[in-house]
């Protein structure tokens, strides 16, 4: 699946987040502005976190489905949640054995894919794996993490109800900042995860994330707490900018502004999903196209457990 849409990020202008740590699951969710709320989805409960590759990888040929358009009224695709969880497990095998940013794959212990929910309606994207994640396969596994769990607790969620993730699927060297070839590399991975995973409210996690996502290079400091529809790859999303749990840890001011944005997050997820861009119409409405694509993997799709989904 390709991404539709193309970034362009004022590199010059930017200024990059300090690298954090946490671990643990969570989910995505985009929104769309409105005035009544959407009543839950009963069938957005299926739990996807990041495991460990298969040591012996062969290459086998996967057929994946892919859905129909679906019409602009629809909130959702028509794929069912189970079958994106399926789709999520395949861009997942993709990611762990990327190359496409050498320096990165050589010098990675792990991927960090991200972790929670696969069909959340609450996502949260930072800027990079910091060491402990690299060294664990999971993003936010340190004190940012640890509040980032705590403030979603303060709001009623748990953080297995969220899904995490980067920008960056790869810790880069010495957390310097990611370059630029380094983030269009993997920019069609979040975009994928994003489309998938269908959230109502994309969490930007500090500076980076923000200007990045938002393809603006102004600072954390004047956008956070605001909301927008934007569209990243083929999806329409509520895009909340927050500032970093690692910069809460250090200023006590950044602290309680995270916390009151973090009590405006109910109201953004009881909004309406956003209008979703068209997409192609299908030729024969009887056919649906099939894609091949070859994943790392012994003879057949890993198990379950293999994936770390529950």
């Not at 290459?59 to 859905?67: E, K, N, S, V, Y």
């Not at 269908?198 to 980076?208: K, Q």
């Amino acid at each position: 699946m390709a991404a539709c849409a193309v970034v362009v990020v004022a590199w010059a202008a930017m200024v990059a987040d300090c690298c954090w740590s946490e671990s643990a699951p969570c989910r995505p969710a985009p929104c769309v502005a409105g005035s009544d709320p959407v009543p839950p989805d009963t069938g957005r409960r299926i739990k996807f976190l990041a495991g460990s590759i298969p040591a012996t990888p062969v290459t086998a040929q996967l057929q994946i489905t892919i859905p129909k358009p679906v019409p602009n009224s629809l909130q959702s695709s028509a794929q069912p949640p189970s079958e994106r969880r399926e789709a999520l497990k395949l861009v997942w095998a993709e990611t762990q054995r990327c190359v496409r940013c050498p320096q990165l794959a050589s010098g990675r212990k792990h991927v960090v894919f991200g972790a929670g929910d696969a069909n959340a309606e609450l996502m949260f994207v930072g800027e990079a794996p910091g060491a402990s994640e690299d060294e664990q396969g999971l993003p936010f596994v340190g004190q940012a993490g640890k509040l980032l769990e705590r403030l979603l607790g303060e709001i009623g969620v748990a953080r297995s109800e969220v899904f995490i993730a980067n920008t960056l699927k790869c810790r880069p060297p010495g957390n310097r900042n990611p370059e630029p070839i380094e983030i269009e590399n993997c920019r069609d991975y979040l975009y994928r995860q994003v489309e998938l995973i269908e959230p109502r409210v994309i969490c930007t996690l500090g500076n980076f994330a923000t200007k990045l996502l938002r393809a603006d290079a102004t600072g954390i400091s004047r956008v956070h707490g605001t909301a927008e529809v934007i569209i990243l790859g083929r999806r329409a999303v509520r895009l909340y900018p927050l500032y970093h749990p690692a910069a809460a840890l250090r200023a006590g001011a950044a602290l309680a502004a995270l916390r009151a944005d973090f009590a405006r997050i109910p109201a953004l997820l009881a909004l309406p999903v956003p209008e979703q861009p068209h997409r192609a119409p299908v030729t024969d409405p009887g056919e649906v196209p099939e894609l091949e694509v070859a994943v790392a993997q012994s003879a057949e799709l890993p198990a379950d457990d293999q994936l770390g989904l529950f």
